[in-house]
């Protein structure tokens, strides 16, 4: 398949490197248009306060590659409009550093808004993203994004089965369908990591930001939600929970209506 591929941790995160890889070896025809920046939490939105500059961009990928200095969704809006020499047959999102289950994860993410903007333009679209233990995360951070060995050996795996998704999936996706593939890994992921069909949890997630400092400035901060998901069916949290892969498929012509 001919693929655009994008992300919201930028261009230069080892999630999105990984599955470039995989994606490659898997024999697909690969344009890759990533934020510039991290561009995490910033949902379906797009940049209106100001001009967009996209630049061709080497990053040894082997594949033709632009940045954007803009969010996911400028990413793929401008690459499709305005970059890409050819018709791509489909949009893949990620791997995201950190998991995006739940409704509230869902809709302010930016890795599965960027999977979005491809179902606008009418192509089917797969979000993929990799559930990262807290301490796994923040040695992340503080190593400049560099995975450790564990962490590594997990990224490709996932990869390798998200490029056998993209495979399975979006081939039988029918085009404008307002429909896209939402994959979470579970810590570790192993090669016969077993894949399970799960919907958005229900998840209240209040309370992300510190109380005010001196400045009256306020922090995003992580705080602990309450899943009130009922037993069945299985949930997104629930499946990477307990050590499988999760896939919502998220059709949004379904929200708003009984």
């Not at 192509?123 to 923040?138: C, G, K, R, T």
Request: aromatic share 6%; with cysteine; net charge negative.
């Amino acid at each position: 398949m001919k693929l655009l591929v994008t992300n919201d941790d930028g261009i230069t995160s080892p999630f999105l490197h990984e599955l470039i890889a995989a994606l490659k070896a898997a024999g697909h025809e690969l344009y890759v248009v990533a934020p510039l920046k991290e561009q995490s939490w910033t949902s379906a939105s797009k940049t209106r306060s100001r001009p967009v500059k996209s630049a061709i961009s080497d990053h040894g990928f082997g594949c033709p590659t632009w940045t954007v200095d803009g969010t996911p969704c400028d990413c793929v809006n401008i690459g499709i409009a305005h970059l890409l020499p050819v018709k791509v047959d489909g949009v893949v999102s990620g791997i995201n550093a950190g998991f995006n289950c739940s409704l509230g994860f869902i809709l302010a993410s930016g890795t599965v808004a960027g999977a979005w903007e491809g179902a606008l333009h009418g192509l089917p679209s797969m979000a993929v993203s990799q559930d990262i233990p807290e301490e796994v995360y923040y040695h992340l951070k503080d190593h400049g994004g560099r995975p450790d060995a564990e962490l590594l050996t997990t990224l490709k795996a996932s990869a390798a089965h998200a490029a056998r998704l993209v495979g399975e999936l979006l081939p039988t996706t029918p085009p404008r369908s307002f429909t896209i593939h939402n994959v979470n890994f579970p810590f570790p992921c192993q090669p016969d990591t077993a894949v399970k069909c799960t919907v958005p949890a229900l998840y209240f997630v209040p309370g992300l930001f510190s109380p005010a400092n001196d400045d009256g400035t306020h922090r995003l901060i992580w705080t602990a939600g309450e899943d009130v998901s009922p037993p069945e069916p299985l949930s997104d949290l629930k499946c990477v929970a307990s050590g499988s892969i999760s896939h919502t498929v998220v059709d949004y012509r379904k929200l708003g209506r009984a």
